[in-house]
């Protein structure tokens, strides 16, 4: 198999941990961060730089970009220095951001017309998954170009999985967040109620994780809202970015999503007080502040 040319755009909490993982999978990777000191200790590793997108899309096969938002995702391709400026005709684009599964399609169709494709290739496991290579991948475009990315896929997720045509893997992942907050909202009911009852929060974590409740939110989060350690594995930030894009594609579709518009109004309690920053499990601070 011919190794192609791999780059790789956004080093945030998801991406250093990505690009980690393709490093000690042995790809050499080029790659491109708007703050260009997050690229040293990976060229410290051996990987190489480029000026911009476009850059970086001229000396590349396929391209990994893993950054916030819609607007970020659009600026990287199809901004000034983007990479549809350098993009070669058969290079991939995999995009791991999650963004709006119309915006992606409108991208795709611009890279299609440049004779390159696309995977919109969305990622679960907040940033330990990301550091382990245990990363979800939900993803949609062609079959071919999803075996064409696998090897390089599989250095950093642990389930690859095609779900359908382009848009089809944002589509899953807004799936993904809704039964991410859902549990969040439930995880966090059920330890203020612990709590309340005089229950010691370790101990009943260790009765019912591994129960009919166990889920990885509350094996993962769940000590940390114990240790009312609020470190972000995923900030509330990009928590509501998320969630704006559900109740969007869900009004379009006319889809109820009571659960998830209950915690976006919850959550937005929180980035009121200025704790947008913090970790999603302290969704249980809203809660808290309800409790008095």
């Given at each position: 198999?011919?190794?192609?040319?791999?780059?790789?755009?956004?080093?945030?909490?998801?991406?250093?941990?990505?690009?980690?993982?393709?490093?000690?999978?042995?790809?050499?990777?080029?790659?491109?961060?708007?703050?260009?000191?997050?690229?040293?200790?990976?060229?410290?590793?051996?990987?190489?730089?480029?000026?911009?997108?476009?850059?970086?899309?001229?000396?590349?096969?396929?391209?990994?970009?893993?950054?916030?938002?819609?607007?970020?995702?659009?600026?990287?391709?199809?901004?000034?220095?983007?990479?549809?400026?350098?993009?070669?005709p058969g290079a991939?684009?995999?995009?791991?951001?999650?963004?709006?599964?119309?915006?992606?399609?409108?991208?795709?169709?611009?890279?299609?017309?440049?004779?390159?494709?696309?995977?919109?290739?969305?990622?679960?496991?907040?940033?330990?998954?990301?550091?382990?290579?245990?990363?979800?991948?939900?993803?949609?475009?062609?079959?071919?170009?999803?075996?064409?990315?696998r090897p390089y896929?599989?250095?950093?997720?642990?389930?690859?999985?095609h779900v359908g045509?382009?848009?089809?893997?944002?589509?899953?992942?807004?799936?993904?967040?809704?039964?991410?907050?859902?549990?969040?909202?439930?995880?966090?009911?059920?330890?203020?109620?612990?709590?309340?009852?005089?229950?010691?929060?370790?101990?009943?974590?260790?009765?019912?994780?591994?129960?009919?409740?166990?889920?990885?939110?509350?094996?993962?989060?769940?000590?940390?809202?114990?240790?009312?350690?609020?470190?972000?594995?995923?900030?509330?930030?990009?928590?509501?970015?998320?969630?704006?894009?559900?109740?969007?594609?869900?009004?379009?579709?006319?889809?109820?999503?009571?659960?998830?518009?209950?915690?976006?109004?919850?959550?937005?309690?929180?980035?009121?007080?200025?704790?947008?920053?913090?970790?999603?499990?302290?969704?249980?601070?809203?809660?808290?502040?309800?409790?008095?």
């Amino acid at each position: 198999m011919t190794t192609e040319t791999i780059g790789f755009i956004g080093l945030g909490i998801m991406g250093r941990g990505m690009v980690a993982n393709l490093q000690k999978a042995g790809f050499a990777v080029r790659l491109w961060n708007r703050t260009a000191e997050r690229t040293t200790p990976f060229v410290a590793q051996g990987a190489t730089t480029a000026a911009s997108p476009a850059d970086l899309a001229t000396q590349c096969d396929i391209i990994f970009i893993c950054v916030s938002d819609t607007p970020d995702v659009q600026a990287v391709i199809l901004g000034e220095n983007g990479v549809l400026e350098g993009i070669r005709p058969g290079a991939l684009v995999v995009d791991h951001s999650t963004i709006s599964p119309q915006a992606t399609k409108e991208m795709a169709a611009e890279l299609a017309a440049k004779g390159a494709h696309m995977l919109d290739a969305p990622i679960s496991g907040g940033s330990e998954g990301a550091a382990k290579g245990t990363l979800s991948i939900m993803i949609g475009g062609a079959a071919e170009q999803v075996e064409r990315a696998r090897p390089y896929l599989e250095a950093m997720g642990k389930t690859i999985t095609h779900v359908g045509e382009q848009g089809a893997g944002q589509a899953a992942k807004l799936v993904n967040q809704i039964l991410v907050v859902g549990t969040m909202l439930s995880m966090s009911e059920a330890l203020l109620f612990a709590r309340a009852a005089g229950l010691d929060l370790e101990k009943t974590l260790a009765a019912v994780s591994s129960g009919a409740a166990g889920s990885w939110t509350l094996s993962n989060r769940g000590p940390q809202v114990a240790q009312r350690d609020w470190r972000p594995g995923f900030t509330i930030d990009l928590q509501q970015k998320d969630l704006r894009l559900v109740l969007q594609a869900a009004d379009q579709m006319g889809v109820p999503a009571l659960g998830t518009s209950l915690v976006f109004q919850l959550y937005r309690t929180l980035q009121a007080q200025g704790l947008g920053g913090e970790g999603n499990h302290a969704l249980i601070k809203a809660l808290e502040k309800l409790a008095g």
